[in-house]
C-alpha cells in the first residue's frame, strides 16, 4: 500500500475540464428493479428552472425515489397540485418550487393523503453566484429529511487527487476545483469532521509533513510530528481534535496520532518493526481503529483501541481466494467496514464487512475498483474504477446496487467524501 501510494504521487494524469458539466444522459447507469422506489413528481412553474433541475437531480441520486418533471402546462400555472392527476401519474409524493421575494418557496406534498406535508423559504442568491448551487442542495438535504427522517448528501464534497493535486467535487460531479498549490504533490486528502479542512500529504521528494488546510482562507498549518520522514494516510477522530497518520522511516510504518486542535502531543500507537502500519479510521465513537497492517505477512484489516492497545484482525485472510487488503473505512453509523481486496481471477474489489457479524459481502466485480470511503448518509460511497477505460470515481448505492460515474477527466485517485458542511 505504502508503494501504491508513492505510485500515485508521481504517475502522470490527464488535465482535466472543470468548466463542463459532466454529460447528461452517461452519468447514471441503473442497477435495480424500475417501481421499486417511489415515485417523487416535480411540479413546473415559471421562473426557477435550474433550482427544479437541481433538486430533482439530487433528489434522484439520493436513490430514494424516481424522479420525474410533467409536461410544461400540465397545471404548470396553478398554485393548486392537482392530486388526482399526479397519483394517475404513479407520483407519491409532489414538490413545488416557487419564487418569492426573498428567493424560493418549497412545499411538499403527500399525493395518497392530497395535503401538504412541509414547507420552507429560503433566500436564494443569483444563479451565477458562487453559493447558488450549495444553497438549493440543501434545500434537496432538508426535503429528504422531511420524507425519510434522515438529511441528504447532496450538500457534501468529495476530495480527491488528480495529477498530484487535491481537487474538490460536489456530490452531484458539479463544482470540480482544485484546493492545493500547482507544482506540490499531494496525497491522500482527509476531510475534517466539520467539512470546513481538509489534511493531506504534502509529498516532497520521498519526504513529507502531513498539512491541514482551511478551505476558506487557503491557510495550511503542518501536523505535529510530521516535520520528518513520510507521513501518511490521515484520519481524523471524530471530535476534529485529533490527527492518526502512518509514519514512514527506518523503523517500518507505524501509526502515530497528534493533538491538532493544540498543536502537540505526537504519539506512536503501534510498534512493527519490519512491518508496515496504515490508513487509520475511526469508529464513529472515537473509541476503536481499524488500520492495515503487514505483521502477519500480507496486508489486512485490523482493528484495535484508539490508545493503540488489543489490536486483532478484524478480516481474515481467505488462503486461496483473495490476497492483499486495503483502504478500510468505519461507516457513519459504526456499523460496517468498507475496504478493497485482491481477489484471485477477479482483480481488486470492493467489500464491506458488518462489524458485529464479520460476515463479509462482494460490492463491485467489473473492472479495478479501490480506494472507497463513505458518504455521510452511509449507504452510498465514492470510489476508483477503471471500468470507463481510465481511473475515474464513481458513486454506488450500496442498498440497490444503482452506481453513477462522478468525475470525467483526469486519473482519479483516493477519495475522501466530506460530513456535511456547517451552516452558513
Not at 463542463?20 to 452517461?26: F, Q, R, W, Y
Not at 481503529?289 to 484482525?313: C, K, N
Not at 477505460?389 to 470525467?408: A, C, K, N, P, Y
Amino acid at each position: 500500500m505504502v508503494g501504491a501510494l508513492l505510485a500515485a504521487a508521481a504517475a502522470p494524469a490527464a488535465a482535466q475540464d472543470t468548466t463542463a458539466a459532466p454529460p447528461e444522459g452517461v452519468r447514471v447507469v441503473l442497477r435495480y428493479t424500475p417501481g421499486e422506489r417511489p415515485v417523487l413528481i416535480v411540479v413546473p412553474g415559471p421562473g426557477l428552472d435550474s433550482a427544479r433541475a437541481i433538486l430533482r437531480r439530487d433528489l434522484d441520486q439520493s436513490d430514494r425515489f424516481e424522479t420525474v418533471v410533467t409536461p410544461e402546462g400540465t397545471a404548470a400555472a396553478s398554485v393548486e397540485v392537482n392530486y388526482p392527476l399526479y397519483r394517475q401519474l404513479g407520483g407519491a409524493f409532489a414538490l413545488q418550487a416557487s419564487g418569492t421575494p426573498r428567493g424560493m418557496l418549497v412545499r411538499l406534498h403527500d399525493l395518497r393523503a392530497e395535503r401538504a406535508l412541509n414547507e420552507m423559504e429560503v433566500a436564494l442568491p443569483a444563479p451565477d453566484a458562487a453559493g447558488y448551487r450549495l444553497a438549493v442542495h440543501r434545500v434537496s438535504d432538508e426535503v429528504l429529511r422531511w420524507i425519510t427522517g434522515t438529511p441528504g448528501f447532496a450538500s457534501t464534497r468529495v476530495a480527491y487527487v488528480v495529477e498530484g493535486r487535491v481537487r474538490v467535487v460536489d456530490a452531484d460531479g458539479f463544482g470540480d476545483v482544485p484546493v492545493t498549490p500547482d507544482g506540490r504533490r499531494a496525497l491522500s486528502p482527509a476531510w475534517s469532521p466539520d467539512g470546513l479542512r481538509l489534511a493531506y500529504t504534502d509529498f516532497r521528494e520521498g519526504r513529507g509533513p502531513v498539512l491541514v488546510r482551511d478551505l476558506a482562507t487557503g491557510q495550511e498549518q503542518q501536523v505535529p510530528g510530521t516535520g520528518d520522514a513520510l507521513n501518511i494516510t490521515p484520519g481524523w477522530t471524530p471530535d476534529g481534535r485529533t490527527i492518526a497518520f502512518a509514519k514512514v522511516d527506518e523503523g517500518g510504518t507505524n501509526i502515530w496520532t497528534a493533538n491538532v486542535a493544540e498543536q502537540c502531543c505526537a504519539t506512536r500507537l503501534t510498534v512493527g518493526r519490519f512491518a508496515d502500519n496504515l490508513s487509520p479510521t475511526y469508529a464513529p465513537d472515537g473509541r476503536r481503529l481499524a488500520f492495515i497492517s503487514t505483521r502477519a505477512g500480507s496486508p489486512q484489516v485490523y482493528v484495535m483501541a484508539a490508545d493503540g492497545t488489543d489490536p486483532e484482525v478484524l478480516v481474515p485472510f481467505d488462503f486461496g481466494a483473495t490476497g492483499e487488503s486495503n483502504a478500510p473505512e468505519w461507516s457513519p453509523d459504526g456499523g460496517s467496514i468498507i475496504f478493497h481486496r485482491d481477489v484471485r481471477d477477479g482483480g481488486r474489489q470492493l467489500f464491506v464487512m458488518d462489524v458485529a457479524s464479520r460476515r463479509l459481502k462482494q460490492l463491485t466485480s467489473a473492472g479495478r475498483n479501490e480506494d472507497a470511503a463513505w458518504a455521510p448518509d452511509g449507504r452510498h460511497i465514492v470510489f476508483v474504477s477503471d471500468r470507463s477505460g481510465r481511473r475515474q470515481l464513481w458513486v454506488l448505492d450500496v442498498e440497490s446496487g444503482r452506481i453513477r460515474q462522478l468525475t470525467f477527466g483526469g486519473n482519479a485517485r483516493l477519495p475522501s467524501w466530506s460530513r456535511r458542511p456547517a451552516a452558513p
